[in-house]
């Protein structure tokens, strides 16, 4: 980590502080707005009106279109605060936004100023600016803040996305560091606030600080509403062909997105020397899975494809084509409304109906600003274009008046379409409400668990009155009276399951002559980060390290405490389900009774009955986690009992078009099992499991992992840094790939694989499988059906095992290097027979440098036979 000073840095425009500690306004309005005049920032109006509030210290809420600035505000805000010798904190709801910031921050105010908190990964915590989710901040408040608190450690907090504040399921936590930070100084920040009057009135009592509400609805960029009645194609190359693109195409799932992408492969979206460019900017860039295919075939005709379930590296091709102009059409998801990077100059809604969860409903006037909002680039564009589409069948029937034309004969016969039915409809009318609609005003979603409560009673460590605490915040949260009231019965549950718990005890004290006191210490920064860790870290304690599936249950344990990959786990459903119809319908079951059947088939769920015992248990006396939920299930253990590559696994439970997920999962197993493993159970056997796991998501992309390791130290000398970043605009390149041999340990479990495949081959007697993998060394069907024949002659069909005890370290042998070479290996893979005789085996020759060069295990077998 380095402490020079950033090309672009702040802080060499941070006035001079008198002897009473206060800067001077006037002085830090003027040195950050010569910052900005340094990179050739012109500051709006609503800009400089918001900073010269902040810097006078007020609070500020600001309330602008999408693309006028509200970055640089919250910019100015921790200049001010870093001058005053004051702790700032930025929030935003995404960790990918986060990181965002904290790089921008960094390049800004020097690595050493900077740190970072969002649950899995934590820098510098001790900076005067600190980066995290509203989770984090909400904690740290609940914990250290109140009215009595002398210094909670947070004078200033910036509140990016604050119309998450309604989120029915996170909303508690933007609405926490109001109640319990009365001292710090807030800029809430959004482009579809609505009316804030009741935001005004709460911080202005509450804390007696002025506030300024900031808006404006004027945007640097105009934009022109329509609704469209002509069918899509025509619409989109109408787009292209009058110079209104990049054109955004919105959808409301992914499956729409990618099938409107490959329905447009017929629109003549790009020409030739458009497509040759695109070819040409490529370059050699690697679409290597199964929807990479499709996204380089998208590309190629000038179509992108964005949605949160691609993978990284394919959404910043879209980005870095997008800038460059090259891209005229991208088909997405609503997504686009948080922290897209896409530049774009027409918005294309294709429905004003989403499914929100529950039901399929209308979209808000929020919603409706918050994707509109992302037409028209600043400094690009003079004027941005929302388009809505009608319903198809209003398209069909204009389409069917238009051929009929005036003939009325031709008008009787025309059988107009209906709305499919039961579907929610959109028309006209719905397009112009939420036009004109302004969002609507945020509405308070409090709620109590077992980790608030125990924060709350923390503070008794440092004198204060937890009873107290919580009553402040049960009455001054801005629920309704009877959601209140719900509030206080929640408590007391809580409560009577702390003391039986013996977490607490009631002593004399308080202003009510009682409070509450903590009778053990919490464990540390226990709400701050992954809440089951712990859990995980104790479960471990019940593995026994000589067992034959150790390594393999410790990945359970790490999966079980893992969020949930919901696409993935319905995907292995599926397979699971469709099995074992095939074996119902062999074994002679009806229809009814094998749809009976399927109800209790589920993913795989290993350790399930051990774990959900010891998870009961662990809550009695760790009450802190009774809000969570434990869930076990195997995903990367699928994928190592199975052999599986990253595209077999994509392949098998046909996720490619959320292949995103399955690797963002993979990542956060992978940092998990880095860090939540206790020493006496990290193995060989674990750690070559860990990392290969690493090196496997690096090989599909590896920004995941390198951003997350960068973290631990940002570059900021103006040599590297966010000039490096591979997420900044610029040609479309890729880290380079690392060699597949570069890792001793991963490449020993890409080798335990490719024998082990085989050997799975082997125990169902596949020998064409086993043919077309080893037939051009000379092992087609016909010689490893020879060679295993008096095997199964002498142990019978279950002479080769697959169980937990064939994949044993101990039956694979490695001798790394032959004759004196040390790139070439000699292998033998033991097979594991019904006797346990432990003779027969598959001997091969692993070349190294073939290995690299194909980026996969090239080995040739040489004998399939006993010892």
């Keep these: 980590m380095t402490s020079s000073t950033p090309p672009l840095s702040l802080l060499s425009h941070l006035p001079p502080v008198p002897a009473g500690g206060v800067p001077d306004p006037d002085e830090l309005y003027e040195g950050f ?12 109006p609503a800009q400089s009106e918001a900073l010269i509030e902040l810097v006078s210290g007020s609070h500020v809420i600001l309330s602008t279109p999408t693309g006028s600035g509200k970055s640089l505000v919250a910019m100015g805000a921790h200049f001010a605060a870093l ?7 930025y929030t935003a709801p995404l960790k990918a936004l986060v990181s965002e910031k904290f790089f921008a921050l960094v390049e800004a105010f020097g690595s050493q100023n900077v740190g970072m908190m969002t649950g899995d990964s934590s820098v510098n915590p001790g900076a005067p600016i600190i980066c995290c989710t509203a989770e984090i901040l909400a904690n740290i408040a609940l914990r250290t803040g109140g009215v009595e608190a002398e210094d909670p450690g947070v004078d200033q907090v910036v509140m990016d996305e604050f119309h998450f504040y ?11 560091p109001l109640l319990e930070l009365p001292q710090a100084q807030f800029l809430l920040m959004s482009a579809t606030l609505g009316d804030t009057e009741m935001f005004r009135e709460d911080l202005d009592e509450r804390t007696g600080r002025p506030v300024a509400e900031v808006t404006s609805a004027e945007r640097p960029v105009p934009l022109n509403f329509s609704y469209v009645v002509e069918p899509l194609p025509e619409v989109i190359e109408d787009l292209v062909h009058t110079h209104r ?6 959808h409301f799932t992914q499956k729409d997105a990618v099938e409107r992408a490959q329905a447009l492969l017929s629109t003549n979206v790009a020409s030739r020397a458009e497509k040759d460019a695109i070819a040409a900017e490529l370059g050699d860039f690697r679409f290597t899975s199964g929807f990479g295919r499709s996204l380089s075939k998208f590309l190629r005709q ?4 964005h949605h949160a379930g691609m993978l990284p590296k394919y959404r910043r091709v879209v980005e870095r084509l997008t800038q460059k102009g090259l891209l005229k059409v991208v088909c997405g998801t609503d997504t686009l409304g948080v922290g897209i990077n896409v530049p774009i100059r027409t918005v294309l809604l294709t429905s004003l109906v989403k499914f929100d969860g529950e039901r399929m409903r209308h979209l808000t006037a929020r919603e409706f600003h918050q994707i509109a909002g992302r037409a028209g680039r600043a400094g690009y564009d003079t004027v941005g274009e929302v388009l809505v589409m009608a319903p198809e069948h209003v398209v069909e029937n204009r389409r069917l008046l238009e051929r009929a034309g005036d003939d ?10 209906k709305a499919p039915a039961g579907a929610v409809n959109w028309t006209d009318k719905t397009f112009e409400r939420l036009r004109d609609s302004e969002p609507e005003p945020l509405t308070s979603h409090f709620t109590v668990s077992h980790a608030m409560v125990l924060n709350v009673l923390a503070r008794s460590e440092s004198g204060a009155d937890p009873v ?3 009553r402040h915040l049960l009455t001054a949260n801005h629920d309704t009276d009877a959601q209140k009231a719900a509030h206080v019965r929640q408590v007391f549950r809580i409560y009577r399951s702390l003391r039986q718990a013996g977490i607490v005890e009631k002593v004399p004290g308080g202003d009510a002559g009682y409070t509450v006191r903590l009778t053990v210490d919490l464990p540390r920064d226990f709400a701050l980060n992954q809440p089951l860790s712990p859990f995980a870290l104790a479960a471990q304690e019940l593995l026994e390290p000589e067992s034959p599936t150790h390594a393999l249950d410790v990945v359970s344990v790490i999966e079980a405490t893992l969020d949930d990959p919901r696409q993935v786990l319905y995907g292995q459903q599926r397979a699971a389900r469709g099995e074992a119809i095939g074996a119902l319908k062999a074994e002679g079951y009806d229809y009814d009774e094998r749809m009976a059947a399927l109800e209790d088939v589920t993913w795989p769920k290993p350790l399930d009955e051990l774990l959900s015992a010891a998870f009961a248990s662990y809550k009695q006396t760790n009450p802190w986690v009774a809000d969570q939920e434990l869930s076990p299930k195997s995903v990367v253990r699928d994928m190592v009992e199975r052999a599986q590559t990253f595209g077999e696994f994509v392949s098998r439970y046909q996720l490619d078009r959320t292949e995103g997920v399955v690797l963002r999962y993979l990542a956060d197993a992978y940092r998990t099992l880095r860090q939540t493993v206790a020493a006496d159970h990290r193995t060989e056997e674990v750690e070559e499991i860990t990392e290969w796991l690493g090196e496997l998501v690096r090989g599909v992309d590896s920004s995941l992992l390198d951003e997350w390791e960068r973290l631990s130290n940002p570059v900021d000398d103006g040599s590297e840094g966010l000039a490096g970043d591979p997420s900044a605009p610029g040609a479309v390149v890729e880290a380079p790939a690392r060699p597949v041999t570069a890792n001793r340990r991963s490449f020993r479990v890409l080798l335990r694989n490719a024998l082990f495949r085989r050997v799975e081959l082997a125990s169902r007697e596949a020998y064409s499988a086993l043919g077309s993998l080893d037939g051009a060394s000379g092992w087609d069907a016909d010689a490893w059906a020879d060679a295993l024949d008096p095997m199964f002659e002498q142990y019978g069909d279950d002479a080769v095992g697959v169980g937990p005890q064939a994949r044993s370290p101990r039956l694979l042998h490695v001798t790394e290097g032959v004759d004196g070479n040390s790139r070439l290996w000699s292998v033998r893979q033991v097979l594991d027979d019904p006797d346990g005789d432990h003779d027969w085996g598959i001997t091969a020759l692993v070349d190294l440098d073939a290995s690299d060069d194909a980026g996969e295990v090239v080995l040739r077998v040489t004998a399939v036979a006993p010892m």
């Design 302 to 305: 000038g179509i992108g494809v």
């Design 83 to 89: 001058a005053a010798g004051k702790r700032s904190f």
């Design 468 to 470: 107290m605490a919580m």
């Design 166 to 176: 309604a989120d029915p399921q996170r909303g508690w936590a933007w609405q926490v």
């Design 245 to 250: 693109a990049p054109v955004y195409v919105v």
């Design 408 to 417: 009325p004969k031709k008008l009787k016969k025309i059988v107009r379409k």
């Design 33 to 44: 707005t010569s910052w900005a005049q340094d990179r050739g920032l012109a500051l709006y």
